[in-house]
């Protein structure tokens, strides 16, 4: 059984930062294209970063280019997303996923197994 566990969220001031983990269990990770994803309150889940199977091709939605950067560690079967410069903006919970496919994919659709959430809060 896949299991995807997030951890690192919680409350910070703007203009702090956070890591948040996600230990995956149950597959082989170094197989799949990993992501986060996060859900801000009445709004709908939106795509964040992904990085590719071996670690080497990543993305990110506009809103956190050059503040947050995913990375992989297929030793430890874990990926991370570092996140600088938070603003209240970035407050929802993150989801860390797992797709079949080893490109890089964006769409929430794509992927096929999802953590339970860990919730980041950016206070002013």
């Known amino acids: 059984q896949v299991q995807l566990v997030e951890s690192g969220g919680g409350l910070v001031q703007a203009g702090g930062s956070l890591r948040l983990s996600c230990a995956v269990s149950?597959?082989?990770?170094?197989?799949?294209?990993m992501g986060w994803f996060r859900q801000a309150p009445g709004k709908e889940r939106e795509f964040v970063a992904a990085v590719d199977w071996t670690g080497s091709d990543t993305h990110y939605a506009d809103s956190v280019e050059g503040r947050f950067t995913i990375s992989r560690d297929n030793a430890k079967n874990t990926v991370t997303l570092q996140m600088n410069d938070l603003t209240q903006k970035d407050t929802a919970i993150y989801y860390c996923?797992?797709?079949?496919?080893?490109?890089?994919?964006?769409?929430?659709?794509?992927?096929?197994?999802w953590g339970q959430g860990t919730q980041v809060t950016v206070s002013s």
């Open positions: 996923a797992l797709s079949y496919s080893r490109l890089l994919l964006v769409a929430s659709s794509d992927y096929d197994y």
């Open positions: 149950g597959h082989t990770f170094s197989s799949h294209a």
